[in-house]
């Protein structure tokens, strides 16, 4: 074991404190990664604020799953990375790897999935202990391939906002000819906007923000609705292939339903503990779809990390230091970020 800095919060309504963690000493099949950026994703909110009633969490917890940095040292069984190559890691740390779900590259579904915090944590028998830290250790493969042309601090975000994003529209065949709608213009929902632009689909942006029109238009939406305006909602009626939901707070889906083509799909990846009310006349009268995502497993991150490489695609971020996590935080309840707070995490050494 070794001490590691991190920053924790102790209870749901604790501010961000530094504190010491023990991480594991690297074991053959391990890399340990000196953190450079995490990004800050509303789940790390949702967690560290106890909101998800599923996924009790335990305290001190130290959030952060959109992590990038440099390999410090690795284990004698390690092939793919040496000390000095970028890596990075998102939300899963480990799973069984010999489950169905892991041999399809679903590691998230695995019944062992390790999460990269308030998950226990084997090694130490604690939880484990995310991104907001100067350190972490993983086995191998949980370990991203950084392509070498991106601006760190917006790659961080990529591990769990670009994942997000990026799998459900690659399951639903996004592509030109389609229309696809993002619904909320924060971290997951930038990103959706700027895969399915980069995937050749003709993209709305849907925001209860009328401020960030300009914003959808640079980051490559053709339109832009603002969604409390019933008479822009009235415009897109059955215009579109499908739709992706990134918003964290319960708010009606209908609206959104009733946009759909025929055949057309809503995918949920805002998680908000309280469900939706679905009528199912919704759905009926279209053949519409209602389905869910959770992130992605670990080829098709390396994927999307390698089709960001090459098109040079990154999140919009607001670099910050450790000592504004808490006003981080409640700017990202007030919908106030520019698209994803990533922290710098040498500002650590000096909280
Ligand atoms: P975020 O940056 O806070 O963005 C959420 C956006 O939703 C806001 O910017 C806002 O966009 C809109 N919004 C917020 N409150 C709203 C309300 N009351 N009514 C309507 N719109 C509202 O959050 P994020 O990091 O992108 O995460 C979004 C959600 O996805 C969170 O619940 C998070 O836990 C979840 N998530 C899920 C997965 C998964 O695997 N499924 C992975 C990561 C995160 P506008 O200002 O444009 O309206
Ligand atoms: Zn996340």
Redesign the pocket.
């Known amino acids: 074991m070794y001490e590691a800095k991190a920053c924790a919060v102790a209870s749901p309504t604790s501010p961000f404190r530094s504190v010491t963690i023990e991480r594991r000493d690297p074991t053959p099949h391990d890399v340990q990664i000196e953190i450079l950026y995490c990004g800050i994703?509303?789940?790390d909110l949702?967690q560290a604020r106890n909101e998800w009633s599923a996924m009790p969490t335990v305290y001190p917890c130290v959030p952060g799953h959109e992590i990038v940095g440099r390999v410090t040292r690795v284990g004698s069984a390690v092939k793919d990375f040496e000390a000095g190559d970028l890596a990075g890691v998102g939300c899963l740390v480990d799973s069984d790897g010999t489950c169905p779900e892991c041999q399809t590259h679903h590691e998230q579904f695995c019944p062992k999935a390790v999460y990269t915090y308030n998950s226990p944590d084997r090694h130490t028998g604690k939880v484990t202990y995310g991104g907001y830290s100067d350190s972490i250790v993983v086995d191998q493969r949980f370990a991203l391939r950084i392509p070498a042309n991106l601006d760190l601090a917006g790659v961080a975000p990529l591990l769990?906002?670009g994942i997000?994003t990026w799998a459900p529209l690659r399951r639903q065949n996004v592509g030109k000819g389609q229309k696809v709608g993002i619904v909320?213009?924060?971290?997951?929902?930038h990103m959706g906007v700027k895969f399915a632009r980069a995937l050749g689909a003709r993209v709305a942006v849907f925001?209860?923000?009328p401020g960030?029109a300009e914003d959808a238009l640079r980051l490559g939406a053709h339109e832009v609705v603002i969604s409390r305006d019933a008479g822009q909602m009235a415009k897109q009626a059955g215009s579109l292939d499908m739709i992706l939901d990134?918003?964290?707070?319960v708010?009606d889906l209908h609206p959104y339903l009733a946009c759909l083509k025929r055949d057309g799909n809503l995918t949920l990846?805002?998680?908000?503990d309280q469900p939706h009310g679905v009528s199912a006349f919704g759905l009926i009268f279209g053949n519409k779809s209602l389905s869910g995502?959770?992130?992605g497993g670990i080829q098709p991150t390396q994927e999307m990390l390698d089709f960001c490489g090459e098109h040079g695609i990154t999140s919009d971020v607001e670099v910050i230091p450790v000592q504004r996590l808490d006003e981080a935080y409640e700017r990202?309840l007030r919908?106030d970020?520019k698209y994803r707070f990533s922290i710098d995490m040498s500002s650590l050494r000096s909280a």
């Open positions: 994703c509303h789940s949702h769990c906002a997000t909320g213009l924060g971290g997951l929902g925001t209860t923000t960030k990134t918003v964290s707070a708010h990846v805002g998680a908000p995502s959770l992130i990202l919908s970020v």
